[in-house]
Each structure stands twice: as structure tokens, then as C-alpha cells.
């Protein structure tokens, strides 16, 4: 397989909008504020040529396709999927889900989507520098109850950081020059916005963008309001961790919300050390008009990401409890 000399644009202006869009995540890139915009705007996006496929959609996501697989039901909603964008053959239908970001999806595709289809869709993927990927997702499912350990615990054992495992069987499945692979750094957005991007990605016009109100972008939980709020879910309380996550992404309370506090300097320079190689790799199959994948440009500064002194962190963790007695207090009262 040869790389393209253009991951994005050529395509985009010589041959127009793909037939479709897979958009497979990854999580934590905006996939929510993307997916908003596609059911909610799916009115005048149709007017524009660009169909957000019901089929296999619950609510703003196709996250229910993957339930159907494990089910046993993966050719039913496939087929479902394939009729609807076959009865818009003049638009550039969409799907997209965050869990499509796994390579036993790419096979699913291939098992079920034809060729001439495949040659003609844009599999899109942001992905996030393997150290704050692997932040994001530890605080997602700590925070749910859904893992016990600590953040070099998931890092090493529980989330996938080779991207590369998961790209090449979409590159097999749809072909090298249709897979479009965005760093998620705001530099390489239109405004700093991704929304913008996949924007420019589907030919949509930047004034739909402007005239639609984009939520606000959740706020990072800390490290200690994650863990907590994750011991509170197990506990088998009947406190709603969902309302007490919004409400502390609403009022923010001192110590509720901070972001590059699950790995110390030395741990991102190892992991982004182990990932090295085969983030070169991916940069030049799919991006060879990046100087590399990702900025690292921050691990250069011994500064940076210090670890906090036993003052410190104590600090942290009385903040944390008060927040959320707080926020339970509070939401008790409504």
C-alpha cells in the first residue's frame, strides 16, 4: 500500500464529498460535540447534501451497532445501514461512534459493506497523544466505577496506545488513501474548532457552523473527584453520580476540575518514548505532511507536569471530598 501524497484536501477538491463518512472516534476527541452537530442540525445539512443515518443510531451515535455485533445481529443492522444510504444516493451519508475506534469493527465493514461502497467513503479518525489519550479515558472509567487501579495500571494493561493496530485494518478494509487520520491538537482545526474541521472534511459551509450553538466542552474532572466519584458508584448509593459529574462541571468548585495530573513528567516521556516508533510509522503512512504525529514540544520542559508534594495532594483530596458532599447536598435540595 502506497501513502497518499495528500491525506485530505486533493481529495476533497478534485473528486468532492465521499459517499460516506465513517467517523470512528477516537473518545475524548470531540467525538459528542460532532455527533450533537449531526442529529441536530440534520435538517439543513440535508438541504446541503449530507445525511446522518439513523439506522443503527441510538439518540447521537451509532454506539448501539457494536451492541448488535455482540449480539449476534451484525448483518441485520448492516443491512439496515446499507438500505438507508442507498435510498440517499445523492447525499454523503455519515455514521459515527467513538467505539468504532477497535479493529474487530474494521472487519465488520469489511464483512458487510461492498467494495464499490468502501472505495468511496472517508473513514476519519482524530486521534490524541497516547499520554493524555490514556488520562482521558482513565478518569472516564474511573469516575463510572468501571476500573480499580491507578492510572499506570490502565495505561499498561487496559487501553490500546498503537494506534497502528487499529488504523491498518481500516486501511486494508477501505483502502490506505481513504483512511484521513487527525491529530487532536487544536492547531490543526480551522479557529482551533474540530467541529470546523469535520466541517471542511464533509465540504459543509463554515456558516453552518457559526449558526449553530455548540455545547460547552466538558471540563477535565480531577484525578481525586474521578477516583472518589468512582468509589461513591460501587459504594451502592443511591446518589446519581451523573447529576453530581454535572454539577460539577457546571459551578467548578476549588479542586473539582484540573487536567495533566495523572502522570508525572517521566511517566509521559516513557510512554510517549514506547510509542516513538510507531507513531513515526503513522505519521508517515497517513500523514506525511506533518513534521511528526504529535507536538511534544511540553515533555521538554523539566517543569512541567511536577508531582504534588504530601502537602499538596492532601490539599487535593480534602477539596475533592467537600466537592462532592457539596454537589450531593446541593442536588438533594432541588
Same mark, same amino acid.
Given at each position: 500500500?502506497?501513502?497518499?501524497?495528500?491525506?485530505?484536501?486533493?481529495?476533497?477538491? @478534485?473528486?468532492?464529498?465521499?459517499?460516506?463518512?465513517?467517523?470512528?472516534?477516537?473518545?475524548?476527541?470531540?467525538?459528542?460535540?460532532?455527533?450533537?452537530?449531526?442529529?441536530?442540525?440534520?435538517?439543513?445539512?440535508?438541504?446541503?447534501?449530507?445525511?446522518?443515518?439513523?439506522?443503527?443510531?441510538?439518540?447521537?451515535?451509532?454506539?448501539? $451497532?457494536?451492541?448488535?455485533?455482540?449480539?449476534?445481529?451484525?448483518?441485520?443492522?448492516?443491512?439496515?445501514?446499507?438500505?438507508?444510504?442507498?435510498?440517499?444516493?445523492?447525499?454523503?451519508?455519515?455514521?459515527?461512534?467513538?467505539? @468504532?475506534?477497535?479493529?474487530?469493527?474494521?472487519?465488520?465493514?469489511?464483512?458487510?459493506?461492498?467494495?464499490?461502497?468502501?472505495?468511496?467513503?472517508? $473513514?476519519?479518525?482524530?486521534?490524541?497523544?497516547?499520554?493524555?489519550?490514556?488520562?482521558?479515558?482513565?478518569?472516564?472509567?474511573?469516575?463510572?466505577?468501571? @476500573?480499580?487501579?491507578?492510572?499506570?495500571?490502565?495505561?499498561?494493561?487496559?487501553?490500546?496506545?498503537?494506534?497502528?493496530?487499529?488504523?491498518?485494518?481500516?486501511?486494508?478494509?477501505?483502502?490506505?488513501?481513504?483512511?484521513?487520520?487527525?491529530?487532536?491538537?487544536?492547531k490543526h482545526f480551522p479557529g482551533g474548532d474540530v467541529l470546523r474541521d469535520f466541517a471542511s472534511i464533509a465540504a459543509l459551509p463554515d456558516e453552518i457552523i457559526a449558526s449553530y450553538e455548540t455545547p460547552s466542552a466538558n471540563a477535565s474532572l480531577s484525578r481525586e473527584v474521578s477516583e472518589k466519584l468512582g468509589d461513591l458508584k460501587r459504594s451502592g448509593s443511591d446518589v446519581n453520580t451523573r447529576d453530581v459529574i454535572r454539577?460539577?462541571?457546571?459551578?467548578?468548585?476549588?479542586?473539582?476540575?484540573?487536567?495533566?495530573?495523572?502522570?508525572?513528567?517521566?511517566?509521559?516521556?516513557?510512554?510517549?518514548?514506547?510509542?516513538?516508533?510507531?507513531?513515526?510509522?503513522?505519521?508517515?503512512?497517513?500523514?506525511?505532511?506533518?513534521?511528526?504525529? @504529535?507536538?511534544?514540544?511540553?515533555?521538554?520542559?523539566?517543569?512541567?507536569?511536577? $508531582?504534588?508534594?504530601?502537602?499538596?495532594?492532601?490539599?487535593?483530596?480534602?477539596?475533592?471530598?467537600?466537592?462532592?458532599?457539596?454537589?450531593?447536598?446541593?442536588?438533594?435540595?432541588?
Amino acid at each position: 500500500m502506497n501513502a497518499p501524497k495528500d491525506p485530505a484536501q486533493d481529495r476533497l477538491k @478534485f473528486k468532492g464529498r465521499p459517499r460516506l463518512i465513517l467517523h470512528i472516534g477516537s473518545q475524548k476527541t470531540g467525538t459528542t460535540t460532532i455527533q450533537g452537530f449531526l442529529k441536530n442540525s440534520a435538517p439543513q445539512l440535508s438541504e446541503l447534501g449530507v445525511h446522518y443515518v439513523k439506522a443503527g443510531r441510538t439518540n447521537i451515535a451509532h454506539n448501539s $451497532v457494536l451492541q448488535h455485533i455482540n449480539k449476534g445481529n451484525g448483518a441485520e443492522v448492516a443491512t439496515a445501514m446499507l438500505d438507508e444510504i442507498i435510498s440517499h444516493p445523492d447525499q454523503c451519508c455519515v455514521i459515527s461512534s467513538e467505539m @468504532f475506534f477497535r479493529r474487530e469493527i474494521a472487519h465488520f465493514f469489511a464483512r458487510y459493506f461492498p467494495m464499490e461502497l468502501r472505495r468511496h467513503t472517508t $473513514v476519519l479518525a482524530y486521534v490524541r497523544r497516547q499520554d493524555k489519550y490514556a488520562e482521558a479515558m482513565y478518569k472516564q472509567r474511573v469516575k463510572n466505577g468501571r @476500573f480499580r487501579g491507578s492510572p499506570a495500571d490502565y495505561a499498561h494493561a487496559v487501553v490500546n496506545l498503537n494506534y497502528g493496530s487499529i488504523l491498518g485494518p481500516f486501511a486494508r478494509a477501505f483502502g490506505l488513501g481513504n483512511v484521513l487520520v487527525r491529530p487532536f491538537e487544536r492547531k490543526h482545526f480551522p479557529g482551533g474548532d474540530v467541529l470546523r474541521d469535520f466541517a471542511s472534511i464533509a465540504a459543509l459551509p463554515d456558516e453552518i457552523i457559526a449558526s449553530y450553538e455548540t455545547p460547552s466542552a466538558n471540563a477535565s474532572l480531577s484525578r481525586e473527584v474521578s477516583e472518589k466519584l468512582g468509589d461513591l458508584k460501587r459504594s451502592g448509593s443511591d446518589v446519581n453520580t451523573r447529576d453530581v459529574i454535572r454539577y460539577l462541571m457546571a459551578n467548578k468548585p476549588a479542586g473539582a476540575v484540573r487536567s495533566g495530573d495523572c502522570y508525572a513528567l517521566r511517566e509521559r516521556r516513557e510512554m510517549m518514548k514506547q510509542h516513538r516508533i510507531a507513531n513515526e510509522a503513522l505519521c508517515a503512512t497517513y500523514r506525511p505532511d506533518l513534521a511528526a504525529l @504529535f507536538d511534544t514540544s511540553d515533555l521538554s520542559d523539566d517543569t512541567a507536569y511536577a $508531582v504534588p508534594t504530601a502537602e499538596e495532594q492532601e490539599t487535593r483530596e480534602t477539596q475533592a471530598r467537600a466537592a462532592i458532599v457539596d454537589a450531593v447536598n446541593a442536588l438533594s435540595n432541588q
